[in-house]
């Protein structure tokens, strides 16, 4: 499967969104609350790239 490593990269990314996702609850209210915001913002990269990789996933799979 040529597609194999960015599949099991994907699956990385989104483990690690998890992680930073339950633990951001806890820490950014106690830290500093304008954390919220630029997790906010790097969230919307991360899903903005995320939809670019699937698209060129899908060219290539054409």
Same mark, same amino acid.
């Given at each position: 499967m040529d597609n194999e490593p960015v @599949?099991?990269?994907?699956?990385? @990314?989104e483990r690690a969104l998890s992680r930073i996702e339950s633990a951001k609850s806890a820490l950014i209210t106690e830290i500093d609350p304008a954390l919220e915001e630029r997790h906010e913002t790097l969230k919307s990269e991360m899903r903005q790239a995320i939809q670019t990789i699937d698209g060129l996933i899908g060219r290539q799979e054409n």
């Open positions: @599949i099991l990269a994907i699956g990385r @990314i």
